[in-house]
């Protein structure tokens, strides 16, 4: 049968070749050719051929899954593709083969050259191998054309184009589970030699690393893996930096070796504790990824581990004692995981218990005291793991000295306060609320703790910085766990405490009150039920306040206070009055700073540079709580009408009209529907403004139909549902009009 050639010819980029055999090569056997034709002028001229049968719909398919930066749509582009042939038979995953081509010139390459035979299928060559005789000897042919392609893209892997680089390392990933043990041959061929003669190690490491997760369990032989691990390991030694890309890639390939064989990993490692080297950090990053990767593979080992890392922990310096620390958090998270999926519990015997608090000790009374920021908060964040895993008594008397070192790094920047505040996290968590015995400390001894987290918790969300309010929202989540931690121990002291600190003169301690407040009404409600007079009184008391801080916090509060039914009566008007006040708040108000200063803050310390964001901020606020009252809690109906109506008529609401009528709307809605007349209770009210002021006042307003919040189309709406309590012939007149 003649067999059907694409040769490549000419000084065209590698891009195109590259891309091309990546994703023919993800599809089928490629036989790729090189050698040096005569060219004009007696030179000679580099030119690379393909041999290649099959489909083109196969090859499209893998070249669509494959190629992450070069498209398919790019390679077609490239080598001037016009049709393809019928789709091929369902292929054995060894079977790689190539499709039919018709293709046109390409600007990028000279010349192109295509023989071209009925396509077959190997698939089917492949079940009559019995009888036929050249299914046989295709069959070795792809066998061998599989082992050229993938040798090709690994030499692609240093290619001088970035973008050729990631689209063979997407195709080789995609191959990878296809025939692991072919990816893994060639990749340790070519990395003979490390990354002084290979410029791309660390593709070929993570290449590796995809297949030998890939490996079955027969083909995962301990020698073979054994092989492949002092591949890794030998170029991670060969620096003594570990923040190289080829390192990483080596240590993540060691990692899955370590999902197959952990204890041939890990003698592996050993290997290196023995004497001073330089590696010894590396190793143990490494540890500690297989931890993470596979806790319950490593849990059982960690004595094996401790017993090699105690002896040297001592003459650790301060420039290592952050991937020590970071290492033994890594072990006693996996032993935390281990504790939570295994029945049987903790496998550590009185040796690993001993070694746990040796290492507790050392962290807390010498790491925890370094002048170095980073071994300080990498030594907290261990403790802050190992803490469950010490004795009681080992734990009491270190929390005078614990607690303190967190505090100290919750009040500084935001990344290290989240890591610190995780960690007081789980301390709290332990020392209050362990079912082993009762708290370790009482609410006296948490004043302290109280004092330090509340102006901390003061943080306001604000918009223009997005990654200061990721990091700060982290933060801030994990001090509302420490709160909460303590208020399920000491839930009446707590209430109490918060509700002095809102009567304190500081208004940072005022707005972390009032947001703790919010965040743990809802997860006490029983507890804190008695204190419902008190907490209301707490908020009558603020709604003149002039920072904008406590507006912020406190507009929140009253909405969660609403939806547990905490406000009723007059004290649940005066807050919805506050919130429609706020909601009054013009686009004209926030440029004009006389007006901000003489209308909402009199108080003579008000900054003018938190006008613009932080009022726009507490209007959105308030009109969202405004229609979270109207719609979504049912109780406050009898709060909202008819006393909305009387919000309406006042001058300095004006701002607020639309987002009124969008909760009187709602509430008409709702009553109409359970048929109930609004007129009767508009006229029990003695307080309402009459009907006609009522209509007068909304169709003034109606001059601007193009102000904010689509004012002239919600007050069209309101009046039509308030028809029936206008005069007849208004009435009458309306729903002609309407």
């Not at 054995?92 to 293709?103: E, F, V």
């Not at 890990?266 to 540890?287: D, K």
């Not at 790094?409 to 935001?414: G, I, R, T, V």
């Not at 909305?644 to 709307?665: E, M, N, Q, S």
Request: glycine share 6%.
């Amino acid at each position: 049968m003649p067999e059907r050639w694409l040769r490549v010819r000419g000084g065209g980029a590698s891009l195109p070749r590259a891309v091309w055999a990546a994703g023919l090569a993800a599809a089928g056997a490629v036989e790729w050719t090189s050698g040096r034709r005569p060219r004009d002028g007696g030179r000679c001229r580099e030119h690379r051929g393909v041999r290649c049968h099959g489909g083109l719909r196969a090859a499209t398919a893998s070249c669509k899954a494959g190629m992450a930066s070069a498209t398919w749509a790019d390679m077609l582009q490239r080598l001037g593709h016009a049709s393809c042939a019928s789709p091929p038979a369902r292929r054995h995953p060894n079977d790689l083969t190539l499709p039919s081509w018709h293709p046109l010139s390409d600007s990028n390459l000279s010349e192109l050259s295509v023989a071209v035979s009925p396509p077959f299928s190997l698939a089917a060559a492949r079940i009559s191998s019995s009888s036929n005789s050249m299914a046989s000897s295709s069959s070795a042919a792809a066998s061998a054309a599989a082992l050229e392609a993938v040798q090709v893209l690994v030499a692609s892997l240093a290619d001088d184009a970035p973008r050729v680089r990631d689209s063979a390392l997407a195709a080789l990933r995609d191959i990878a589970p296809l025939n692991p043990l072919l990816v893994l041959d060639c990749c340790a061929t070519i990395s003979r030699g490390g990354h002084r003669r290979f410029a791309n190690m660390a593709g070929v490491f993570l290449v590796m690393a995809s297949a030998v997760r890939a490996l079955d369990r027969l083909d995962a032989e301990r020698e073979f893996l054994r092989k492949i691990a002092k591949i890794a390991t030998a170029e991670i030694v060969s620096s003594k930096d570990f923040n190289v890309d080829w390192q990483r890639a080596a240590a993540t390939l060691l990692v899955a070796i370590g999902s197959h064989d952990p204890d041939l990993m890990m003698g592996e490692i050993f290997l290196y504790f023995s004497g001073p080297t330089s590696a010894l950090p590396a190793m143990l990053q490494i540890l500690a990824d297989f931890a993470s990767a596979e806790a319950l593979q490593f849990t059982p080992r960690l004595k094996d581990v401790l017993l090699r890392v105690l002896p040297i922990l001592g003459s650790v310096r301060d420039g290592q004692r952050p991937v020590f620390a970071n290492a033994f958090k890594c072990w006693c998270q996996a032993a935390w995981l281990y504790i939570g999926d295994a029945s049987s519990g903790l496998p550590f015997d009185d040796d690993v218990m001993s070694f746990m608090n040796s290492v507790f000790e050392l962290l807390l009374k010498v790491w925890t005291g370094s002048r170095d920021l980073k071994v300080r908060l990498s030594s907290v964040e261990a403790l802050g793991e190992m803490v469950g895993l010490v004795t009681r008594s080992q734990l009491k008397s270190a929390l005078p000295r614990i607690i303190p070192a967190m505090l100290d790094l919750c009040k500084k920047d935001q990344e290290v306060a989240f890591t610190a505040a995780h960690s007081l996290h789980n301390l709290l968590n332990v020392s209050l609320l362990s079912e082993s015995g009762p708290p370790l400390l009482e609410f006296e001894e948490l004043n302290v703790v109280l004092i330090t987290l509340l102006p901390l918790a003061s943080f306001n969300n604000r918009k223009d910085e997005r990654l200061y309010v990721s990091k700060g929202l982290k933060t801030y989540n994990e001090l509302q766990h420490c709160f909460l931690v303590i208020g399920l121990a000491y839930p009446e002291d707590l209430c109490l405490f918060l509700l002095s600190k809102c009567r304190s003169k500081d208004e940072a301690s005022i707005v972390g009150a009032l947001r703790t407040i919010k965040h743990l009404l809802p997860r006490l409600l029983e507890s804190w039920h008695t204190k419902q007079t008190l907490l209301v009184e707490i908020v009558k008391s603020l709604l003149e306040e002039q920072s904008l801080g406590i507006r912020m916090a406190l507009a929140e509060l009253i909405v969660v206070m609403a939806s547990h039914c905490y406000l009723s009566g007059h004290p649940a008007e005066l807050a919805v009055e506050f919130l429609v006040r706020h909601s009054a708040i013009t686009d004209d108000d926030l440029n004009d700073l006389n007006t901000l200063k003489n209308e909402y803050f009199q108080d003579k310390r008000f900054e003018m540079k938190m006008s613009l964001a932080g009022l726009s901020d507490l209007r959105a606020v308030c009109e969202k709580g405004l229609l979270l009252l109207a719609i979504t809690i049912p109780e406050m109906e009898l709060v909202l009408w008819p006393f909305l109506l009387r919000l309406i008529i006042p001058k300095k609401y004006t701002g607020a009209v639309a987002t009124v009528c969008k909760c009187i709307t709602e509430l008409c809605r709702h009553k109409l529907s359970q048929t109930n007349p609004l007129y009767t209770e508009f006229n029990a009210s003695n307080e309402m403004p009459s009907p006609e002021d009522l209509f007068a006042r909304l169709l003034v307003l109606l001059y601007n139909p193009l102000a904010r919040g689509q004012l002239a189309t919600q007050i069209l709406t309101v009046l039509c549902y308030l028809g029936p309590l206008f005069p007849r012939n208004l009435s009458l007149f309306w729903e002609d009009e309407y």
